[in-house]
């Protein structure tokens, strides 16, 4: 066992300048003790709890601002929320700090947190801190509520349903080979648009609430590994196949542009992962109701195919043919 | 932004084949979906929420036995619970996992999972699994019920409550030591103890679940930072001062043969942490019903001192003297 890095910074030092005042909420007593308390009765219906966590050099650039670090984290948790139909209520934060941290980058992370809770209305709850010799990681185990039994899950579509994606699809995986670097020759505009859309992902938290409480969805996911693995996942819950559109499918201005010159990108942006849209099923009579609820939380919406029997997810091009090499699984890992 | 390690796992069946059949909570849906949701009604009282993370190498040996990372881990968290007297309910895991850890690392370490759940009856109720080009880092964010506002925090004592703890303290200290591989000439079989204590804590949650109800305790803790460091959080906490009598702090058999041999070793016990004892205080009336729970519960339970005016916590040796560097905080950081 290796001694522990120097302690620049303590740990209670740190907690109570940086974190503590991000604590709002009642059950999290002003981090005063070592753990959160949701009381019976503080809040309404079901509690739907989500983890995510993300390691520096893997999950975003070393040299990534705090604040962004902090606001992604937070929103690729708020992202599997919103697919679920639930509101946020508030998160648990774990950080293994390499010595490199210092208070400097706390100041800056601890701002990204409290952007995000201002905008999502949410608080930090408790969590822990520890050192750690190797690259910065941050967990998040974020709380959301959502009316009993109403949670939108991956299981439960029906064959004949129809499959909806919110926003659009592409800027996950372009954003990330901007922000990494690659030229891509795409407009200034364009090329910024995706790789703000990656570092500073949009969850769908209104129209997630919407479709949940409406009871209109069969299941629901997020998009978080890839379009085709996680309505994969959807169809694998639900055992059933999918028949996906391509044509369909909304791409971001990046996408459009780099699909039209070079049609190989379409598999790569349906297999890239990191949109964090709501991708879900539901009958086709509910199309109009749904067209409504996306005007009324102004979300983009798109219709992209419907279940099929089977076990597959099979993208058709316009001339019929199925776009080669997405129909077995992809792994994010 | 580096390419993450090659994929000798992958996420999907890893989990498939060692997480989900510890599952076994209704809320986790054998983690056939990327969320857990505890539905209103299907627990009482209030939710207690703890989170405790361990770096490899600075928590651990990095050579430790699987099984025995994973228990001691889930007994860290229990330990809070067992503080704030909840009973415990269900876990999310989080393991940010560098490329040598393969398949039997991952059985080894699910069958500890295991093992606790049977003992403390609790489940794995979800989580997330990543890469990570650093050491092996493990966040557990637990959940326990208490009833409703009957939780422990560490506010609330009393001046003239009289200051409690449960089993023994010393173990942790002299427990690490021995595991890294230092010769204290201490008999085998209670090197051997203070070893097994310091890998594998008890947490004291049939004590701190009688405790909650009975009302009796004004504030309580559990030993992770120190014993002195601990109650110095529930004197700040609480607004008040602890007069502790050193004579009557319980120290473990090999605690006591180490003090006796060199009276050095008492401050280093005291302060050392990974203890994973209950302390807390209470009115002196309560003595008798609390030695009868001890008994119901075949808990070891002493009483160590009483709380005083001021902020700080005293340690006093028999013959009257303040022991030597202990009035200010220690940081386990």
């Known amino acids: 066992m290796t001694s522990p890095p120097p302690p620049i910074l303590d740990e209670f030092g740190l907690i109570a300048r940086h974190l503590a005042p991000l604590a709002t909420h009642k ?11 949701l ?28 604040a962004l670090i902090a606001e992604r984290v937070l929103r690729v948790n708020l992202s599997d929320l919103a697919a679920k139909g639930a509101k946020p209520l508030g998160y648990q934060l774990t950080l293994a700090l ?3 941290v210092d208070d400097a980058w706390m100041a ?37 509520t959502v009316p009993h039994a109403k949670a939108l899950r991956r299981g439960g579509a029906q064959i004949g349903d129809e499959i909806w994606v919110t926003g659009w699809i592409g800027d996950g995986a372009l954003g990330l080979a901007i922000a990494k670097g690659h030229d891509l020759s795409l407009p200034t505009g364009i090329a910024a648009a995706a790789e703000q859309k990656f570092r500073l992902p949009q969850p769908r938290i209104a129209f997630g609430v919407a479709l949940a409480e409406s009871g209109l969805a069969t299941a629901s996911a997020d998009v978080s590994d890839g379009l085709i693995a996680d309505l994969g996942h959807i169809a694998s819950a639900s055992a059933l196949g999918m028949a996906i559109e391509a044509a369909s499918v909304p791409l971001s201005d990046a996408g459009r542009l780099m699909t039209e010159r070079d049609a190989e990108w379409l598999p790569r942006l349906l297999t890239g992962g990191d949109d964090y849209e709501v991708i879900f099923t539901a009958p086709p009579l509910a199309a109009q109701q749904l067209a409504a609820m996306a005007e009324a939380t102004r979300t983009p919406l798109c219709r992209i195919g419907h279940t099929i029997a089977g076990t597959e997810v099979v993208v058709t091009l316009p001339n019929g043919d199925a776009l080669p090499m997405l129909t077995s699984g992809y792994t994010h890992f």
């Open 27 to 37: 059950g999290a007593d002003g981090l005063r003790d070592d753990v959160a308390i």
């Open 39 to 66: 009381a019976a009765g503080s809040f309404d219906g079901d509690l739907v709890i989500n983890t995510d966590a993300v390691v520096s050099g893997v999950h975003f650039l070393e040299t990534e601002n705090p």
């Open 98 to 100: 390499p010595s490199v």
């Open 108 to 144: 800056s992370f601890a701002a990204g947190l409290r952007a995000n809770q201002a905008a999502f209305n949410w608080s930090l709850l408790g969590g822990d801190t520890v050192r750690s010799p190797g690259p910065l990681t941050i967990s998040v185990t974020a709380f959301g």
